[in-house]
């Protein structure tokens, strides 16, 4: 798998700026994948933006899943 330093220098760069963040790495492999998750929310607030986000986020997966599942039949 690729080596995760750019995204430990990101989030570094972040955490260094003060900046709220989820971050989610996808890499796939040849049998198994892995994804790694990476944040720094301050608040609940920040929980409720991101919930409000995710939301959509997962709608988008409902749409895309959908699409392709109609594309196999």
């Given at each position: 798998?690729?080596?995760m330093d750019d995204i430990y220098d990101l989030?570094?760069?972040?955490?260094?700026n003060n900046i709220e963040y989820l971050l989610i790495t996808v890499q796939k492999g040849k049998k198994s994948g892995k994804a790694d998750v990476f944040f720094n929310l301050k608040d609940r607030n920040s929980m409720k933006i991101l919930a409000s986000g995710l939301s959509i986020f997962d709608k988008q997966i409902d749409k895309?899943?959908?699409e392709e599942d109609e594309n196999e039949n």
């Open positions: 798998m690729a080596s989030t570094q760069k972040l955490d260094e895309i899943n959908k």
